[in-house]
T-cell receptor, first 113, second 117 residues
Framework: DAKTTQPPSMDCAEGRAANLPCNHS???????VYWYRQIHSQGPQYIIH???NNETNEMASLIITEDRKSSTLILPHATLRDTAVYYC??????????????FGGGTRLMVKP | GAGVSQSPRYKVAKRGQDVALRCDPI?????LFWYQQALGQGPEFLTY????????KSGLPSDRFFAERPEGSVSTLKIQRTQQEDSAVYLC???????????????FGQGTRLTVV
């Protein structure tokens, strides 16, 4: 699976949008971009994933550049409960052992009042 | 319950002791994964089951680590003769589909924090 690069930490004011960047310049054509987050003392939680089109769900939006070499996770109105480590992962989407996730260091997002 | 359940939540073991960590995946989930997370690091893959078959154990750090899922549901990760470097959070995850299934999201348990003293 391709490697990703994320800033180690970011701050965001409560109520503002949090924009978390991820570089994945070696992504292959059949690899998806996945985002998970891990709140303190909990297991990772799936947020969103996409191939090349922008995606939105009830938690977040995912913007993928046209060349697919980078993406941005957007939390439109960050709350204190969004404080967590956010992991950007690229991988093939087939099931089985291919569903194994390779976590990097992630971005530690601190939402401040 | 609706989610992945792991027990115990916390385990303190003396060096050299054997431990067994349990994972109850979401009912009906075919795939089950174990990860190890050291303090301040991201989770690292240990092993993968599809139903009762262990298809990938490439991440197990030594032959002291053993995992099983005999009936294709509950799984146990066993660590023999624990060492201090085994101290970590052990996470279990399950997903609905198996090999060839597209885009199956992984659901994680809260993990078991193992401390070897």
């Amino acid at each position: 699976d391709a490697k990703t690069t994320q800033p180690p930490s970011m701050d965001c004011a409560e109520g503002r949008a949090a924009n978390l960047p991820c570089n994945h310049s070696t992504i292959s054509g059949n690899e998806y971009v996945y985002w998970y987050r891990q709140i303190h003392s909990q297991g990772p939680q799936y947020i969103i994933h996409g191939l090349k089109n922008n995606e939105t769900n009830e938690m977040a939006s995912l913007i993928i550049t046209e060349d697919r070499k980078s993406s941005t996770l957007i939390l439109p109105h960050a709350t204190l409960r969004d404080t967590a480590v956010y992991y950007c992962i690229v991988r093939v989407a087939t099931g089985g052992a291919g569903n194994m996730l390779t976590f990097g260091g992630g971005t530690r997002l601190m939402v401040k009042p | 319950g609706a989610g992945v359940s792991q027990s115990p939540r916390y385990k303190v073991a003396k060096r050299g002791q054997d431990v067994a960590l349990r994972c109850d995946p979401i009912s009906g989930h075919v795939s089950l994964f174990w990860y190890q997370q050291a303090l301040g690091q991201g989770p690292e893959f240990l092993t993968y089951f599809q139903n009762e078959a262990q298809l990938d154990k490439s991440g197990l750090p030594s032959d002291r680590f053993f995992a099983e899922r005999p009936e294709g549901s509950v799984s146990t990760l066993k660590i023999q003769r624990t060492q201090q470097e085994d101290s970590a959070v052990y996470l279990c995850a399950s997903s609905l589909g198996g090999t060839g299934t597209l885009n199956t999201e992984a659901f994680f348990g809260q993990g078991t924090r193992l401390t070897v003293v």
